[in-house]
């Protein structure tokens, strides 16, 4: 089982809500926190926030998420879901 953690601050950078979710089968470490990347962005849409900020502790997916190159891996293909 793979565990994600989700914590939105508000401007101040104080605490407003959090949000724990699981899923399985295990997955690579990077899959897992993009995983987690696409889980947020759906919950910022359920919540109709926009104008958010993300701040993620795993470098290589925001390097992906930020190149133009194209990749059709797994990582890749939900990157481009997450766009």
């Not at 407003?16 to 889980?39: I, N, Q, R, W, Y």
């Not at 993620?56 to 190149?67: M, T, Y």
Request: proline share 1%; hydrophobic share 40%; with cysteine.
């Amino acid at each position: 089982m793979v565990g994600i953690g989700i914590c939105i601050r508000d401007d101040q950078g104080d605490f407003v809500m959090a949000k724990t979710d699981s899923f399985s089968p295990l997955c690579d470490v990077d899959v897992g926190e993009v995983v987690g990347l696409h889980t947020t962005l759906q919950w910022m849409a359920d919540l109709h926030y926009d104008n958010v900020d993300f701040v993620l502790d795993c470098k290589s997916v925001v390097e992906h998420f930020n190149s133009n190159l194209g990749d059709s891996s797994e990582l890749g293909c939900i990157i481009q879901a997450c766009r």
